[in-house]
Nanobody, 119 residues
Framework: QVQLVESGGGLVQPGGSLTLSCTAS????????MAWYRQAPGNQREVIAH???????SYADSVKGRFTVSRDDANNVMYLQMNSLKPEDTAVYYC?????????????WGPGTQVTVSS
């Protein structure tokens, strides 16, 4: 059973930056496309970024140009560099291996990491 742990969240002012990390317990992490998700209060969880095993990435329109996803397969870690943060980026952020459709993940969800953007 894969365990996912997200970290790096916190309180940041609008316009600021944060880098999130996702650590997976599975040594075969590197053979899967991975994704970052977020869930804002009162909203459903949504996928915001994907990264393939070759490093190709794609982003939701809401974060495109501001967020960058990367991965370190040797250490089973995925990152999300978040720049120019906005209050609407406030959410709990999660990582997972994405399913083919929807905002779902194959593996059990980790605890997430809270990002709060506020002055």
């Amino acid at each position: 059973q894969v365990q996912l742990v997200e970290s790096g969240g916190g309180l940041v002012q609008p316009g600021g930056s944060l880098t999130l990390s996702c650590t997976a317990s599975r040594s075969s992490f590197g053979i899967y496309t991975m994704a970052w998700y977020r869930q804002a209060p009162g909203n459903q969880r949504e996928v915001i970024a994907h990264i393939s095993i070759s490093g190709d990435s794609s982003y939701a329109d809401s974060v495109k140009g501001r967020f960058t996803v990367s991965r370190d397969d040797a250490n089973n870690v995925m990152y999300l560099q978040m720049n120019s943060l906005k209050p609407e980026d406030t959410a709990v952020y999660y990582c997972n291996r994405p399913t083919n459709s929807g905002n779902f993940g194959w593996w059990p969800w980790g605890p997430g990491t809270q990002v709060t953007v506020s002055s």
